[in-house]
């Protein structure tokens, strides 16, 4: 996209000036989520985070099914005896930093004499910001997708999102609730602090579910969920804006920028749903919706993790003004404004999150 010069938009002459309407503005939620770390300067691009294994080296299993006796005998010790010492092991997780930027300009021209130039610049530095931050939303979105623990909407045997037939039901919650369950997995009870400081604030113990705005309608019309207006006074809502209800200790949590699958599902005379259509934007095939659901270690530990976009070094700003004379802008007709900033992102325990792919009624 070129820079902004005078004549990009034009001005408002002989019409009211009225206030500057709002503009759509991203929300910060993936990124509050999971263990977060601050990377010191000058130490490497690559972070790495280690889970230990439990007893017997089986991620996320403690003994196996009807293994209790086994277990126990392995902990017997004869008397005067040295038992036969045990070790530990860990599986390492990695991400390398990627570094993230936006760059905005506009001229001399534009900033002096057109009638919105004094409002150019500080807009561009605010969208430099938000954008930052929508592109380390999408970052973990995309991330947290690629999560192996995967459900499919629709007919039980469905395996892969070109198979999606139907909508979220009780019945895959439970399916989700049981298979998390059984890895030690247990509910979030803290996030990132929504404040330009490192920290993380309590929140009500719970697993959230994120996916986009479409998915309300039938989150509404299904059996077992609870309207925010029916918590009662003493919930703490995990997102005041966005969070729409319950099912069980599912926190239902929607946002316009989690964005679905156009048409990847099923054909929609295929759909599973009880007297609804399914929504296609092409008509033929059914759209696909990600929902993204988190929990974390029963006894610590978190299902991902990231760097946290916090403290004073977190994000590099730019302003230079069309004032400022350079080699490479001799008379100062060019300003520019711009940010960047760092992101690595990883799944560190599958087991403790999960993605489900599903419909949504039209």
């Not at 198979?163 to 979030?188: C, N, W």
Request: aromatic letters at 8%; hydrophobic letters at 35%.
């Amino acid at each position: 996209m070129p820079g902004q010069t005078y004549s990009t938009q034009a001005g408002s002459h002989e019409k009211f000036k009225g206030r500057m309407l709002a503009k759509a503005q991203p929300q910060e939620m993936l990124t509050k989520l999971g263990s977060m770390d601050e990377i010191p300067q000058n130490k490497s691009e690559l972070i790495e985070w280690r889970r230990f294994l439990p007893y017997g080296g089986v991620d996320n299993q403690w003994m196996a099914a009807g293994g209790d006796t086994d277990f126990i005998n392995k902990h017997i010790i004869q008397e005067g005896v040295t038992p036969s010492a045990d070790s530990i092991s860990w599986i390492p997780k990695t991400a390398t930093l990627q570094q993230i930027g936006c760059l905005y300009s506009y001229t001399d021209k534009m900033r002096y004499v057109h009638e919105e130039g004094s409002e150019v610049p500080p807009e561009m530095e605010e969208q430099a910001a938000t954008g930052l931050v929508l592109a380390r939303e999408m970052m973990v979105y995309g991330e947290m997708k690629s999560c192996t623990n995967q459900y499919f909407g629709g007919t039980l045997a469905n395996t892969t999102i070109a198979e999606v037939d139907g909508p979220p039901t009780l019945d895959l919650f439970q399916r989700i609730s049981r298979y998390m369950l059984g890895k030690h997995a247990t509910t979030v009870n803290k996030m990132l602090k929504s404040s330009p400081n490192y920290g993380s604030q309590s929140v009500q113990a719970s697993w959230p579910v994120y996916c986009h705005t479409d998915m309300e309608k039938t989150f509404e019309n299904m059996a077992g969920f609870t309207k925010v207006a029916d918590y009662g006074s003493n919930v703490q809502l995990l997102d005041p804006d966005y969070e729409i209800g319950a099912i069980g200790r599912f926190r239902i949590i929607i946002n316009p920028i989690l964005t679905y699958l156009p048409g990847a599902g099923d054909l929609i005379a295929q759909w599973q749903g009880a007297g609804t259509s399914p929504k296609s934007d092409g008509g033929t095939n059914i759209d696909v919706y990600p929902l993204i659901i988190m929990g974390r270690g029963k006894n610590g530990g978190d299902a991902f993790g990231q760097v946290a976009l916090r403290g004073k070094n977190s994000i590099d700003p730019t302003h230079i003004p069309p004032s400022q004379k350079s080699k490479s802008d001799p008379h100062g007709q060019r300003g520019y404004v711009g940010a960047i900033t760092w992101q690595a992102q990883a799944n560190l325990n599958d087991d403790w999150m999960a993605v489900a792919f599903v419909g949504t009624e039209q």
